[in-house]
């Protein structure tokens, strides 16, 4: 056991949605960890289950989900903690950040609202003064022009690079130990992406923010993470160093993802992809999950779950994992 | 956190709580108005009983002031009420229907005249305007009729003109009218048939409304004149034997159950067709 | 959205103009004799009477001519006079309008406060014993006849129970306080008597909650859809994720964003109310235009009848109207954008 617990760990996570009875696992037990001043990516399709795992770690999970596993923050245990307790961490120690800013942000609340919201909710006995001076601050942290004037303004006012500024400083808002950001370029114009990384590298760096960045874009990862967590239908297959990752990847499907990075430096006239479309919820192929869409699949792969097989670090969840993997890709 | 319960009943989704038990309330007022003499054990104008007497097993809602048996009437009144509304709606959907669709196909001065008078009628409170309509008319139930009409056809212009503009726009009638077909032929053979089902479900979830309508002209003295059993003059006569409730509780129950009846119809058919706001 | 407000104004008046030829066209087309209208039976018989009513209505000229005197008269604020109190029609409506507007306010209130709770709790609550409830509550609402739930309440409360006052607007011993507004409630402050203007909110529950219900149940099922659709946000999430308790979730973020098309519900819903306020005046003995008006369709008291009616068109117009002002002030992108 560790001396020091890591940041924030999740062990054998599990989410299940009901209908009629019957429940179908969304999540099919999740383990990662990260550290203090880590980033660690996840990457996956839509519907792998990334973000329903993430949200479900801080109890925010639909409505009607069933949620069992271990989360611990700092050593303390999140599963089944009073949703007092939690709501004290969340937006204090441990903050997210979405997919689509417009709509992540209240429409009908100026921007100043909703960061001073952020503040106060932390610091009931702040005075209104400060709360405002600190939503500023904020404003200016995340590189907004005029923050005195952007204050009063709203949501549809603001570009959407600026609108995901504002998402990330309301995060910040309260020095947070851990920041989740769920795809957090996806929605936006290519040409602010690289930006809105750069900012959120930049606070992750001064902040020593525990940073877990989810998305289903391998490329995005490359440059930023630390650790990579790779996810499909439910379940980590593959966790490495970045680099390691990308040099020895263990799993096809890793694999498969890094082919279909698009290379700007090769020409290539068609991007890879892989075949054939995730399992729908509740839908397993029998033995490993991934096999229908595996290019090098066995018999074995189509009857028998795969072990998570590790070198040093590194793992990754197949039968065939580290077994002439430079000749195989 | 929640979880949803392991066992369900399951029902076809066309067959929802409201919409059954709006059926069985309508029906049971329907078979009223057919049977109401063979349901009853007395007819609605005969003096039966002593005068007010309080619910007994002889009289279940009690007598009215002249003595006439309470639920006779209260039965005997959906003979009155019911044909009345569809009377109404039918008159103000064939007239409305056939404005709307004018206004709607024709377009230019003809939909702007019709129009401006279906928005004029719709500035007054409906209710105002059927009083004022009906009094100007004289007292009696055709009157009555006539101010509903006139106060209810807007409704069903709007909604059919709504209804051709849209249907209007199909492939299919551009199809017809680049053929060559008239004018008359492509409104009557592909833009009306496609236009009816909306405003009839409509004028149906609005029969209930017009039962209210009707029973409020009623009790103010403008409806129905007063042997006649109709619901809104009955509790009329029981709001004037205030300390008998009795014998406003029978018309009272009979009007809240049928248009109860009828809007769980809509909210069955409205669950039906948007499940998402369930 | 500004030009469509302005464009709304610019119609205003011949929207007016409309309800006015429309009552004029009522009038005249009565029975045939539109003298009718305008003398009662029994003055009939006086030919001085006749022959003034005659030159002050025109009646011996033509349709057009007569059209163009009665829109003279009325721009003068003259609807003729009333068979039963003698008196002008205008100054009777305007004697009587406080007393409506009073009532509709508070059913207005009470419509509101219920409605929007219902909606609010049914819609978190969704699919529970909860959300059934309120759909019922809505359902009863519109389909009870609010003279016989007035009735009714008016049996149970006040006779059997005796802890609400039965009809009027003040119990029938104390001294009304002057009026200045018309609005009891008001005056009584105004005269500095607690005791009365208690007495008088004391009067005014009973017919609120009567006129109110419908309305309420139109609210909270529209407040209920919203909060549904506004729920499922993504920034309810966000609001979450910042460590907002659920309250604050349902009310700040979520309940803010219906607030738009709930105001516009509660507006529109002044027809309803104008409606339902004749009815509920009746049982409730208020002195209000919907009494009178009752009084005068009953009594065949045509410059009354028609004079509230036109009344009541243009109040309803006008409560519109600022329904959509509202709407547009309200709604912070429309505003700006």
């Known amino acids: 056991m560790n001396a020091h617990p890591p940041l924030f760990e999740v062990r054998d996570l599990r989410v299940a949605f009901g209908r009629n009875g019957t429940f179908a696992e969304a999540v099919r037990g999740i383990s990662l960890h990260v550290d203090h001043g880590e980033v660690l990516g996840i990457v996956g399709e839509s519907g792998s289950g990334k973000s329903v795992g993430m949200l479900a770690a801080l109890g925010l999970q639909p409505e009607g989900a069933r949620v069992s596993g271990s989360v611990r923050f700092k050593g303390r245990e999140l599963v089944g903690l009073p949703r007092r307790d939690l709501r004290e961490l969340r937006g204090s120690r441990i903050a997210m950040i979405f997919q689509d800013p417009l709509s992540s942000l209240n429409p009908v609340m100026t921007i100043g609202a909703q960061i001073s919201e952020a503040v106060h909710l932390h610091n009931p006995d702040l005075s209104r003064r400060a709360v405002i001076d600190r939503a500023r601050d904020l404003l200016a942290l995340v590189a907004i022009p005029q923050p005195d004037r952007r204050l009063h303004q709203y949501p549809h006012e603001f570009s959407g690079g600026m609108r995901q500024r504002v998402m990330i400083a309301m995060a910040v808002a309260n020095d947070p130990d851990l920041l989740i950001a769920d795809e957090p370029t996806t929605a936006l114009d290519v040409t602010v992406q690289a930006q809105i990384m750069d900012v959120l590298a930049d606070l992750q760096a001064r902040l020593k923010l525990g940073l877990v960045l989810i998305t289903h874009d391998l490329g995005v990862l490359a440059g930023h993470a630390d650790r990579v967590a790779v996810v499909y239908a439910g379940e980590v297959v593959e966790q490495a160093g970045v680099d390691d990752l990308f040099a020895r990847p263990g799993h096809p499907y890793t694999r498969g993802l890094i082919a279909s990075i698009p290379d700007m430096t090769a020409q290539k006239d068609r991007l890879f992809s892989i075949e054939g479309t995730p399992p729908a919820l509740g839908r397993l192929p029998a033995g490993c999950a991934f096999n229908p869409r595996c290019v090098n699949a066995q018999e074995i792969c189509r009857h028998q779950a795969p072990p998570t097989l590790r070198r040093g670090d590194h793992s990754a969840a197949c039968h065939f994992a580290f077994a002439g993997t430079e000749s195989a890709a | ?278 | 959205m500004i030009r469509y407000i302005l464009r709304r104004l610019i119609a205003m008046p011949f929207l007016v103009l409309g309800i006015v030829t429309l009552a004029f066209l009522l009038t005249s087309v009565t029975k045939g004799d539109p003298l009718t209208a305008i003398v009662s039976d029994r003055q009939m018989n006086n030919p001085e009477v006749v022959a003034a009513a005659k030159a002050r209505w025109g009646l011996d000229r033509s349709l057009p001519e007569r059209y163009a005197i009665y829109v003279g008269n009325l721009v003068q604020g003259d609807m003729g006079t009333s068979f039963i109190t003698r008196r002008p029609v205008a100054q009777d409506v305007m004697f009587r309008l406080p007393a409506t507007m009073e009532l509709v306010t508070a059913a207005m209130i009470v419509g509101a406060t219920i409605g929007i709770s219902l909606g609010v709790l049914a819609a978190y609550f969704r699919n529970t014993v909860i959300d059934h409830t309120a759909r019922l509550f809505a359902l009863f609402g519109s389909s009870i006849p609010v003279f016989w739930l007035g009735l009714a309440l008016l049996y149970v409360f006040s006779v059997q129970w005796g802890v609400l006052p039965g009809p009027g607007r003040l119990d029938a011993r104390a001294t009304p306080p002057t009026t200045i507004t018309g609005f009891m409630t008001i005056d009584t402050l105004l005269a500095g008597d607690i005791r009365l203007f208690l007495d008088a909110v004391w009067h005014l529950i009973l017919p609120a909650f009567v006129l109110g219900w419908a309305v309420a149940g139109t609210i909270s099922r529209l407040v209920r859809a919203n909060m549904l659709e506004i729920l499922s946000r993504d920034f309810i999430l966000t609001a979450r994720a910042k460590g907002a308790g659920e309250f604050r979730v349902v009310i700040r973020h979520a309940l803010r964003n219906t607030l738009v098309p709930t105001l516009t519900v509660i507006g529109y819903s002044f027809a309803y109310l104008l409606t339902g306020a004749v009815l509920t005046e009746t049982i409730f003995s208020w002195p209000g235009m919907g009494s009178y008006a009752v009084e005068a369709a009953r009594g065949l008291d045509f410059p009354a009848i028609i004079g509230v009616t036109i009344v009541g068109g243009i109040i309803f117009l006008v409560v519109n109207l600022l329904t959509d002002i509202a709407y547009v002030i309200a709604n912070p992108r429309v505003r700006l954008g």
């Open chain 2, 1 to 278: 956190m929640t979880t949803i319960p392991a066992t369900r009943l399951t029902l076809p989704r066309w067959l929802n709580l409201p919409l059954v038990l709006g059926f069985f309330l309508v029906l049971f007022w329907l078979a009223a108005t057919i049977a109401a003499p063979w349901m009853t054990g007395h007819a609605p104008l005969d003096m039966v009983g002593r005068r007010l007497q309080p619910p007994s097993w002889d009289h279940l809602l009690g007598t009215d002031a002249l003595g006439r048996d309470v639920l006779s009437r209260t039965l005997h009144g959906a003979r009155h009420s019911i044909p009345i509304a569809v009377t109404v709606v039918a008159f103000a959907v064939t007239i409305g229907a056939c404005l709307g669709a004018l206004a709607g196909f024709v377009g230019g001065i003809v939909d702007t005249v019709i129009m401006r008078l279906v928005d004029v009628t719709l500035s007054f409170p409906p209710m105002l305007l059927a009083m004022a309509v009906a009094a100007s008319l004289g007292p009696g139930l055709e009157n009555a009729a006539i101010a509903m009409v006139a106060v209810w056809w807007p409704i069903y212009a709007r909604l059919m003109r709504a209804q051709v503009l849209e249907v209007r726009e199909r492939e299919h009638v551009e199809a017809a009218i680049a053929s060559g077909a008239t004018q008359t032929r492509v409104l009557t053979r592909h833009v009306l048939p496609l236009c009816w089902t909306p405003v009839l479900i409509s004028a149906t979830m609005d029969l209930g409304q017009v039962i209210l309508l009707a029973a409020s002209l009623s009790f103010i003295g403008l409806g129905a004149t007063p042997p006649t059993p109709e619901w809104g003059s009955m509790i009329a006569d029981g709001a004037s034997q205030f300390y008998s409730w009795w014998v406003a509780l029978g018309p009272g129950l009979a009007i809240l159950t049928i248009v109860l009846g009828f809007n769980f119809i809509g909210d069955g058919l409205h669950d039906y067709f948007d499940p998402r706001s369930k």
